[in-house]
């Protein structure tokens, strides 16, 4: 299928996580497609199948299980959202992030003409060492090598609707407490990007069909992390004083509460890479998708007050 053609079928992996869920409204509205959901988490997949009957929805763990390889053979476009993110155990991450890649390309052997758009992160050029930085930066290079028609996006720190690790979980956090901690002085800087913009992207790669290039797409707005929770406090309506506490008291208490939780939503590791001074290129990202760049403060305000969606909570 040649640039700018409408794509007949397009299948989504992770679709039930952050940008799948964000996405899928996004393709809906652009008119009759076929449209295929794959996710492995069974109440975040339920939540998608009720939000879009509409759709084919598949749970199915791709670095295991068999069956859905049949939906690839005639696609016209795969864009790959699934990640382990979070979380304590080594071998979720190689499975999650490069097997299940891996096997994804297996089932497009046959399938030579499939664009797939590919989003990775923007971690993969950064300083952090972590389970997720090597495993991100293992799948990417399993998608550039495969010499398959492609793109790489690589995001940074993302927030948006449905998001159950990232900002809106803090936001979360912040309306049930008196007293919202941050680590240290709290002066990391971030380039937040909003999940809606880079869904915009995404469909803007669908038509364009870049080949082989790998984009950057950090957020526009360069923020300090105390001042990026004082946004979200504004934007929530929160009430809880923003206190900072001493970065190695912080990381004990998150690695006490990880020896209670399975899949703690934010750890040790995390808080590291949060630490790290690591500031992304910005590319021209508008206009080289011609889409426009939403406002932070604007974007948090979509994210928490929408009517539909900032109340649907996903599970970690």
Request: proline share 6%; charged share 25%; with cysteine.
């Amino acid at each position: 299928m040649n640039a700018g053609q409408p794509a007949r079928k397009i299948v989504v992996t992770g679709a039930a996580g952050l940008v799948g869920q964000n996405l899928i409204p996004r393709l809906k509205a652009r008119g009759p497609t076929d449209i295929v959901a794959i996710d492995k988490h069974p109440a975040n997949t339920a939540t998608l199948r009720r939000l879009h009957p509409d759709i084919r929805v598949i749970e199915a763990d791709l670095s295991r299980d068999k069956g859905w390889q049949a939906e690839l053979a005639d696609c016209d476009v795969v864009i790959v959202c699934h990640a382990q993110i979070g979380g304590l155990d080594a071998e979720a991450f190689e499975s999650n992030n490069v097997v299940a890649t891996r096997r994804v390309l297996e089932a497009l052997s046959d399938n030579e003409a499939a664009y797939l758009v590919h989003l990775s992160s923007s971690v993969v050029e950064s300083a952090a060492n972590d389970w997720y930085t090597k495993t991100k930066a293992a799948q990417e290079r399993v998608v550039m090598e495969s010499g398959r028609p492609h793109v790489v996006l690589r995001p940074t720190l993302m927030f948006g609707w449905f998001d159950r690790k990232h900002l809106c979980w803090l936001a979360r956090f912040m309306q049930r407490v008196p007293v919202f901690p941050i680590p240290g002085h709290g002066r990391f800087l971030r380039q937040p990007l909003y999940a809606g913009d880079l869904c915009e992207i995404v469909l803007a790669c669908i038509d364009k069909r870049p080949n082989g290039a790998a984009y950057n797409i950090s957020g526009r707005e360069t923020v300090a992390y105390i001042d990026l929770m004082r946004m979200v406090r504004d934007a929530t309506g929160a009430r809880a004083a923003i206190v900072p506490i001493p970065y190695r008291l912080f990381w004990f208490l998150l690695r006490g509460y990880g020896l209670f939780s399975r899949d703690p939503p934010f750890t040790t590791k995390q808080l590291e890479a949060l630490a790290t001074p690591d500031l992304f290129e910005v590319i021209d990202w508008p206009g080289i998708f011609g889409v426009s760049a939403t406002p932070l403060r604007e974007a948090l305000e979509e994210t928490f007050r929408h009517p539909d969606y900032s109340q649907i909570v996903l599970e970690f």
